[in-house]
């Protein structure tokens, strides 16, 4: 088993801190987890994501199709939508 989470939104948004504690749970259950971060932009409000990758066995990469997509902002989709596999889920505030 192996699935990808791409979470994104606005710089500030606490996007790190939510890949963290995902990250944290999941290996206190056992699995594996490797969490790419990229940082585009250092201002607050600039789009910045992380890239979760959990398996049952040892990781040390993440893949280019994601399983997931969490998004904290419309930019998220509009960046990210094409990299969800597709039979992804996608969640994304309600739209307006």
């Known amino acids: 088993m192996r699935l990808n989470i ?3 939104g606005k710089a500030g948004q606490g996007i790190n801190k939510v ?3 995902v990250s944290n749970v999941l290996v206190k259950y056992g699995y594996f987890t490797f969490n790419y971060r990229d940082y585009q932009s250092l201002i607050r409000g600039g789009h910045n994501f992380n ?4 398996s049952e066995e040892q990781i040390s990469s993440h893949e280019t ?3 997931i997509l969490v998004a904290l902002d419309e930019r998220t989709i509009k960046t990210h939508n094409k ?3 597709k039979e992804g889920i996608k969640i994304s505030p ?3």
């Open 6 to 8: 791409l979470i994104g």
């Open 51 to 54: 890239v979760l990758s959990i």
């Open 83 to 85: 990299a969800l596999k």
């Open 65 to 67: 199709k994601m399983d």
């Open 19 to 21: 890949s963290s504690i």
């Open 94 to 96: 309600p739209e307006k």
